[in-house]
């Protein structure tokens, strides 16, 4: 099983490379890979991760919201069964923000306050303030000009008293 761990461990990494630098087939590959031997492992923790993985690649490269959109609830669906972790609240804010380009935004609002209660139990600096300017984009969707600054005013700002710098869409 150590082999298959690491051939896990170093397929996950070639995925997140391949990402990266926007080559999708082969990031899905290695993705893919990885997930074959997650499962074969029965990491239950790793699979989500893989699956999380492969919703921002379909997210990011591809721009193919239902796709990211299945990938992050099959994470979903494996992390709810667990306790509270940095993974699923990322998975909530990452489904809150699929949905809120997909103006689904009654849904996108429940997704995205979960995550920001999640964020905020977990002391997640970096997450609160991703969470917080996810709900600046969904007030700004609504015409909710001045509560959307107040929510960009209050992530910028977590994010300058933590000196972390946010990931902005492309």
Do not use: C, W
């Not at 990938?71 to 804010?93: E, R, W």
């Not at 997704?111 to 609160?128: D, E, H, P, R, V």
């Amino acid at each position: 099983t150590g082999n298959i761990k690491n051939r896990a461990y170093i397929e996950n990494n070639l995925g997140i490379v391949y990402s990266n630098i926007k080559v999708f087939e082969k990031s899905l590959f290695y993705y893919l890979q990885a997930l074959e031997h997650k499962k074969a492992l029965n990491d239950s923790a790793g699979m989500a991760s893989t699956y999380i993985n492969i919703g921002v690649l379909y997210e990011s490269v591809k721009h193919d919201y239902n796709k990211a959109l299945n990938q992050y609830q099959k994470a979903k669906a494996i992390l709810d069964k667990s306790g509270l972790t940095p993974a699923k609240a990322s998975v909530y804010n990452n489904i809150g923000l699929i949905l809120l380009h997909q103006n689904k935004l009654n849904d996108a609002r429940e997704f995205l306050n979960t995550a920001l209660s999640m964020q905020k139990s977990l002391q997640s600096k970096y997450g609160i303030a991703s969470t917080i300017l996810n709900l600046a984009l969904l007030s700004q969707k609504e015409k909710d000009f001045k509560t959307s600054v107040a929510f960009a005013n209050q992530s910028a700002e977590i994010y300058e008293q933590n000196n972390v710098k946010p990931k902005l869409a492309e």
